[in-house]
């Protein structure tokens, strides 16, 4: 009886413990998350904001209006854009950075790595002025670099075609130092009698890589990659301070076209909607991604 | 073995060379006068140093 008491005497000491926790999730996450979906089946607009009376309940309205406007699928193919061609590049520049920096014969370490890292601690919307900057057709260092090579100079941020490659290059440019980070802890889990048990066999460094080093980090790719997706398919203030989405609407991310509607139309109540929309597309891909890697997994 | 080790060596310096370019740009182009920046070629340097 006596023990009974105590159980459930530790239990509720559990549950004050956590309370806190749990406590400012509820606050913090819960009841934003639902009050945004509820706002997301409302016509919340700068009406609504006057005066309550002025709002609402339209059902899947908002998202059925969505489905159909050109913007927003214009938004979506930019960010599926950016995604596609972005997480590859920075996941490669990282894996690459941290490979090459894991080597032993590499001196001063400790430095290389925190200038590797410094572009991550630097302000977001100092760099992309900074980079606007470097990129500028006429006064630009990269023009001016790639003149030096005899090639043309590109108007980086003036055409559709090179503006999210731009972009990109300066998203890399900024994020790499942080995944770099985490490959290089798990790099350095691996050990060393693998490699050499691989060198003996006679496995070159591209063997000794694709054979020792990728099955070692292959979970660690696989959370990089999902927060990489999570990451770039919520792009905002890169194309925000550099482009303001143009030219011609090229670098419309999905969060750009939801700050649009949201707080330059206010249309809060379609804005949800596209959180909404980014959260399934988010989720869906996460869920390809575990299907992907177990799938790979399952083979060895 | 050695050969390597200047190849490795002199990557990591190339991609901290790449990587540190536009902060130390950054940090120059902060001592330059009004207006010094936006000539053609871009100044490495500011001409005369100000705060």
């Not at chain 1, 100092?126 to 500028?136: D, E, K, Q, R, S």
């Not at chain 1, 057709?137 to 003036?158: C, E, F, S």
């Not at chain 1, 990659?225 to 090229?250: H, R």
């Amino acid at each position: 009886m006596s023990g009974g008491i105590l159980t459930r005497r530790k239990e509720r000491a559990g549950w004050l413990f956590v309370a806190p926790a749990l406590i400012a999730i509820a606050v913090f996450f819960c009841i934003p998350v639902i009050s945004a979906l509820f706002l997301s089946l409302t016509d919340f607009d700068i009406y609504a904001l006057a005066d309550l009376d002025n709002l609402r309940f339209i059902g899947v309205q908002n998202y059925e209006r969505l489905l159909t406007n050109p913007l927003f699928w214009g938004a979506m193919k930019n960010t599926a854009l950016f995604s596609v061609i972005g997480v590859p590049l920075s996941i490669a520049a990282s894996l690459g950075a941290a490979v090459i920096l894991n080597a032993r014969v590499v001196k001063w370490r400790p430095i290389w790595r925190v200038m590797f890292f410094a572009p991550y601690v630097t302000t977001l919307v100092a760099t992309a002025v900074l980079w606007n900057y470097l990129l500028h057709t006429k006064y630009g260092v990269i023009n001016w670099a790639l003149q030096g090579v005899g090639l043309p100079a590109v108007d980086w941020l003036g055409q559709p075609q090179t503006s999210i490659p731009a972009i990109l290059m300066f998203v890399v440019w900024k994020i790499f130092g942080y995944n770099m980070l985490i490959f290089l802890a798990v790099l350095q889990t691996v050990p060393d009698d693998l490699y050499e048990a691989a060198r003996i066999d006679g496995a070159g460094p591209w063997t000794q890589f694709k054979q020792v080093t990728l099955p070692a980090i292959a979970p660690t790719l696989l959370l990089v990659s999902i927060i990489s997706v999570a990451g770039f398919f919520q792009l905002f203030a890169e194309p925000y301070v550099m482009t303001q989405g143009g030219p011609a609407q090229s670098t419309v991310t999905v969060l750009y076209f939801m700050y649009e509607e949201g707080f330059k139309w206010w249309n809060l109540g379609s804005a949800s909607a596209v959180a909404f929309i980014l959260f399934l597309c988010i989720f869906a891909v996460t869920l390809v991604q575990l299907a992907v890697a177990k799938r790979l997994g399952g083979d060895q | 073995m050695k050969p390597k080790a200047i190849l490795l060596n002199l990557a990591v310096a190339f991609i901290a060379l790449l990587v540190l370019f536009p902060l130390a740009w950054m940090t120059s182009v902060s001592f330059m006068t009004a207006g010094e920046a936006a000539v053609f070629p871009p100044p490495l340097w500011p001409k005369h140093p100000t705060l």
